[in-house]
């Protein structure tokens, strides 16, 4: 079962220049997350700060007890094992074949014997649908194939919480279809809390149990994903269905001449919310809700069309 990640009051700034202020959030545990944010708004800066590669200026990250803001580096080396990351490019080693890759954490992080990592190694290779490319070299093989043995590396430790910083980077949409399917298998199969980090809107739409969106140097919400489909408010709006009237201008916010020319402009009505994918059993998850219920509990009426099988993104 994973673990719950409790980020409260989280602060970033690098010289003067400020990232984000004052982020707090639950990522609750054995849910899948996903954080949204246009370009440069530091999604990337706080999956590392989650991990401890990076110290915020101020604020905490509870795990388990421990704080990874303010722990020492040995309780921060303890901890670091609850995470499996998964890189943009697989952060593979050029030189090492796909199964020494594989095979480094737990070379490195175990006294395990070689036949008892083969195995492990074989299991994960096997999960991702890499058998058989074990002894390719990761220049040799193609953007996706590296994502999946990037994703088989970080499962090797067995994490309780899994981060994926754009997985979709430089796929085409069915591989991104394929990798999403993977991830929510994994996440019934393995029940780590998730947490992905992507532009992907098709992704945010149907594949997490929550969303965040990032904006602007500080959260701009994160619930439950019904309640930012159904959300009026212009930011969510505006990237969620990815229009461009609304607050987000071309490199940060528009300014004021940009917006009062915008002001009689009617927004398109929302779009239907569609369903969330399902792993490939067909079975809910265990933390999945089912469709329409967030809506229902708090009086929210859903678009029009909401929840039906034929709404493009529902499968
Ligand atoms: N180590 C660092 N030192 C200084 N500035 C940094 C460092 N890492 C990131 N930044 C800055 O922090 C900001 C946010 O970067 P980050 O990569 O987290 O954005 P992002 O939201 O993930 O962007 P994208 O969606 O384009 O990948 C950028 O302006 C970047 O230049």
């Not at 029940?191 to 904006?215: E, F, K, M, S, W």
């Amino acid at each position: 079962m994973g673990v719950e990640v409790r980020v409260e009051g989280l602060t970033k700034s690098f010289g003067k220049q400020l990232i984000w202020g004052d982020v707090s959030l639950t990522l609750p545990a054995g849910e899948i997350c996903v954080m949204l944010g246009p370009s440069g708004t530091g999604k990337s800066v706080f999956l590392k700060t989650l991990i401890g590669l990076l110290k915020p200026d101020q604020g905490h990250v509870h795990i388990e007890g421990t704080d990874i803001a303010t722990c020492s580096e040995r309780q921060l080396y303890e901890v670091r094992k609850l995470f499996g990351v998964l890189f943009q490019d697989g952060a593979m080693f050029g030189s090492m074949n796909l199964y020494d890759n594989v095979a480094f954490p737990l070379r490195e992080h175990t006294r395990k014997s070689e036949s008892e990592i083969r195995s492990i190694v074989m299991e994960k290779m096997e999960m991702v649908g890499l058998v058989g490319a074990e002894k390719k070299l990761p220049g040799e093989i193609s953007g996706g194939m590296r994502k999946r043995a990037g994703l088989a590396r970080a499962l090797v430790l067995e994490p309780e919480i899994l981060l994926f910083d754009e997985p979709d980077s430089g796929l085409d949409p069915v591989r991104t279809a394929f990798l999403n399917q993977l991830i929510i298998d994994l996440n019934e199969m393995t029940q780590a809390t998730c947490l992905i980090v992507t532009h992907d809107i098709n992704t945010a739409r149907t594949v997490p149990d929550n969303i965040g969106l990032l904006y602007h140097r500080h959260l701009a919400m994160f619930g439950p994903r019904e309640m930012l489909l159904s959300s009026e408010e212009p930011v969510v709006r505006q990237f969620l269905n990815a229009q461009r009237v609304g607050p987000i201008g071309m490199s940060e916010e528009k300014d004021a001449d940009e917006l009062a020319r915008e002001a009689d402009q009617e927004l398109p009505p929302l779009p239907p919310i569609p369903l969330q994918q399902l792993p490939s059993s067909g079975v809910i998850r265990p933390t999945q809700r089912p469709p329409g219920e967030w809506c229902e509990q708090n009086g929210v009426t859903p678009p029009p069309g909401s929840f039906a099988s034929d709404v493009v993104g529902a499968t």
